[in-house]
């Protein structure tokens, strides 16, 4: 691979070199890379939901029920807790979904007092259009990376993310 163009957090890691030589500045850099490229796929990403009226915790709760196979429906605390989510901010969700007609609570016919969440026919309709441009959308993202890229990366994101999720 050839010589990487200089960008915005190698000049904050030459500004930190310079103040502070005695730091190894390479893993702010990958940090901060990581942190700058989720705000910038974020911006594309979030645009794919906001076409369709959602927000992207909206877009989660469809496409939770969505994944969870016929009937489609779910537990609105399983779902908070996937989520890590409050109960109160589900709660805002869904009431946001069933006032646009996307999702319905339905009684738990085993326990009169739970409730579970389920896809409307149209909410059906939508997150299976929304999904089709979130995944085309992704692809463009990572269009700049070869297949080979890809697989690198999905390894060493996943090594990361395993070795931190053991430790929280």
């Known amino acids: 691979m050839g010589e990487m163009t200089p960008d915005a957090v190698d000049a904050i890691a030459a500004q930190w070199q310079r103040e502070r030589p005695d730091l190894d500045m ?3 850099a990958v940090i901060g890379r990581l942190g700058r490229l989720w705000v910038v796929a974020g911006k594309r990403i979030e645009a794919v939901f906001a076409a369709h009226g959602l927000q ?4 989660d709760v469809l496409a939770s029920l969505r994944r969870s196979g016929e009937p489609y429906e ?3 605390s399983v779902m908070a807790d996937t989520m890590m989510l409050s109960r109160a901010g589900m709660t805002g969700r869904l009431d946001r979904l069933e006032s646009a007609g996307l999702v319905r ?3 738990d016919a085993n326990d009169r007092r739970a409730v579970k969440v389920g ?5 059906l309709q939508l997150i299976d259009v929304v999904i089709t441009e979130h995944i085309e959308n992704e692809n463009r993202i ?3 990376l070869s297949e080979t890229d890809r697989r690198e990366l999905d390894r060493l994101t996943r090594l990361l993310l395993t070795d931190l ?3 929280s």
Do not use: H
Not at 56 to 59: A, L, V, Y
Not at 119 to 123: A, E, I, N, Q, V
């Open 165 to 167: 999720e053991r430790e």
């Open 119 to 123: 896809l409307t026919d149209r909410g």
């Open 56 to 59: 992207r915790g909206e877009f």
């Open 26 to 28: 390479e893993a702010m």
């Open 105 to 107: 609570r339905i009684a």
């Open 74 to 76: 779910l537990n609105p």
């Open 142 to 144: 990572l269009a700049v």
